[in-house]
């Protein structure tokens, strides 16, 4: 565990020491709300992390790279970042899976393009959003992270 995951922890274990001595009733009910509110995530949770296995298992790294690779600049940004918003994986894991397909040969705009729409874009995840913030906010956030992930990409082609 790194030094940061441990000092969120502690804060959070401090702070709630703090609220257990300022009002033990009413720490205990918001504790009783938010495992409540956990477990009826935890279907949806739960769905999303079957959808990721299942979604890297159908589009392994050396077909995207095989995909992507064949494209022009442009039609292989547009075509990774589109594989990215229906491709949800978390960052520890994103990083070196592009990592992967740079080394497979895919350029830098498309992997950044595919990085980028990977951890800010969600198609996996829109029905928990939609539940969770409404399908007008959700709709709103997915495309414009959709139209931030071609900048920053088009940026970092520039840069790299």
């Keep these: 565990m790194d030094i ?6 502690v804060g959070t274990l401090i702070f709630l020491g703090v609220s257990l001595v300022k ?3 009413k720490t205990k009910q918001a504790l009783k709300m938010a495992f409540g509110m956990g477990k009826g995530m935890a279907t949806s949770i739960f769905s999303i992390i079957f959808a990721i296995g299942l979604i890297l298992t159908l ?3 050396t077909e995207i790279a095989n995909f992507v690779g064949k494209q022009s600049v442009l039609l292989a940004t547009v075509s990774a970042a589109i594989l990215g918003t229906i491709t ?9 899976l592009v990592g992967t397909l740079v080394n497979a040969g895919v350029g830098i705009v498309p992997s950044v393009a595919f990085l980028t729409t990977l951890t800010m874009v969600g198609v996996v995840t829109f029905p ?3 539940k969770e913030f409404g399908a007008k906010f959700t709709a ?3 495309g414009f992270s959709f139209l931030s992930a071609i900048i920053i990409a088009l940026v970092m082609g520039v840069i790299i």
């Design 4 to 9: 940061f995951t441990m000092a969120i922890w």
């Design 23 to 25: 009002d033990k009733t």
């Design 59 to 61: 589009l392994p790294p």
């Design 88 to 96: 949800l994986v978390p960052a520890f894991i994103a990083f070196p």
């Design 128 to 130: 928990l959003e939609k």
């Design 140 to 142: 709103i956030r997915n």
